[in-house]
């Protein structure tokens, strides 16, 4: 049973092409050596079904409360579009006990099951179920779904997802939004499948600022560590701003608090329980002790907010899904900086008369999204497509080069066709 599951992509051969039709298993990912950044969210690789339950029971009533069609949970907002909530208060001088007891209500778990492409015992390949789980914070509530933010990595690849809330009940979910480049994901929960008796319990956690972190202040993390149920660690914040080889996304919180696998996509919450940080990695080594990493929400806070709004997306079938037209090739990090160019995915050739060509998509021009979701790479383009069916018309955010080398943002609406 693997315990630790890493999700940074190795330092790839120079833009690896390869087929929009024609897909491929997913490759292990490795990290750089001697530091290995193991992803804290991911914890089992099962091969199996897995019911996971939640750890705690917490009742106490912390929050306000308002009210729409008779199921909102405490401190949620009912808007048209969502928005996170968000404190200014000042640091605060609550005990480790009080601040688990008051942000547990906002905490769930979230299991992932996927079917993964393995090496079969006679040599070749065979396709097997997987179930994974992590951590994730409800931040939002609109008049028909419960908001859940976690890291894009806990739900990637995913066929179906279930959410565990705090009085141990379970319910199915679908993706809102992803950002595989930030590694954030924003799932939704229909407020119909959840009981009144669990929508009692819950709450909407309040966000913090991270801007205002300073070095030495204490920190709590909660999350699924180990798929065990909800626990809680805590500590220091050890810096700030801090940069790690294999997350693009932006600067990092550093803390002494144990965050493990499973925690990813749990809160790290300073002295007043306010969210100052997602859960994310840790540094894994035999001489490392205590560095985990953490996304400081203020600058997560946009792309959050962008997920938050986007459509929730249901997988259709393989044979309904909705194809670009496109064979392209990975603009990786290192390739990008080698050739000027911006990382997405690099359109090597358009199919004839296919959806792409129409819409005036050509060969050089480099894909960086799709309906605002980021795309860093095929298998994130390919994810994306997952959602959409033949006919079904996309806005292709891509990058288009001119005469002097510089490229030119575009976006462009594709009418997807089909496979053949």
Do not use: W
């Not at 065979?126 to 890291?151: A, C, F, K, W």
């Not at 924003?186 to 070095?215: F, N, P, Q, Y």
């Amino acid at each position: 049973m693997e315990n630790q599951y890493t999700y940074y992509k190795p330092e790839p051969d120079d833009m690896n092409g390869m087929n929009e039709e024609t897909p491929k298993p997913k490759k292990n990912r490795k990290v750089p050596k001697p530091v290995k950044l193991v992803c804290a969210g991911v914890a089992f690789g099962l091969v199996a079904s897995v019911t996971f339950q939640t750890g705690n029971y917490v009742g106490t009533k912390v929050f306000g409360t308002t009210t729409t069609n008779g199921k909102t949970a405490k401190t949620a907002q009912t808007v048209d579009g969502a928005k996170l909530t968000t404190s200014s208060s000042s640091t605060g001088t609550s005990d480790v006990a009080t601040i688990a007891k008051n942000a547990m209500p906002s905490i769930v778990s979230i299991t992932n099951m996927s079917v993964q492409e393995v090496q079969s015992f006679f040599g070749g390949t065979q396709q097997q179920e997987s179930t994974s789980v992590g951590s994730g914070i409800i931040i939002g509530q609109t008049d028909s779904e419960l908001l859940i933010l976690t890291n894009n990595h806990v739900v990637e690849g995913n066929e179906k997802l279930t959410v565990s809330f705090v009085d141990n009940e379970s319910v199915e979910a679908n993706v809102k939004g992803t950002d595989s480049t930030k590694d954030l994901a924003v799932v939704a929960v229909k407020i119909s499948d959840v009981k009144d008796s669990t929508m009692d319990e819950i709450a909407v956690a309040t966000m913090g600022d991270s801007s205002k972190l300073e070095v030495g202040e204490q920190v709590v993390a909660i999350g699924n560590a180990l798929g065990y149920g909800q626990s809680v660690t805590s500590g220091i914040v050890s810096a700030t701003e801090r940069t790690l080889d294999g997350y693009e996304g932006g600067t990092l919180i550093q803390t002494d608090a144990a965050i493990n696998p499973g925690n990813s996509g749990g809160a790290l919450l300073n002295s007043n329980g306010e969210v100052i940080g997602i859960n994310t990695a840790k540094v894994a080594t035999d001489s490392v002790e205590g560095m985990g990493y953490a996304i400081p929400i203020s600058d997560a806070s946009d792309t959050i907010q962008n997920l938050m709004n986007q459509e929730t997306k249901t997988k259709v079938s393989e044979a309904e899904q909705g194809y670009l037209g496109i064979q392209g090739v990975d603009v990786s990090d290192e390739s990008a900086k080698m050739y000027n160019m911006p990382t997405g995915v690099y359109i090597s050739d358009v199919v004839k008369n296919g959806g792409a060509q129409q819409a005036g998509l050509t060969k050089g021009s480099v894909i960086t999204g799709l309906e605002g979701t980021t795309i860093s790479d095929m298998n994130s383009l390919k994810e994306q497509l997952q959602y959409y069916r033949v006919g079904d018309k996309v806005k292709v955010t891509v990058q288009v080069p001119g005469n002097n080398g510089e490229y030119t943002e575009k976006t462009v609406e594709v009418t997807l066709g089909s496979k053949s």
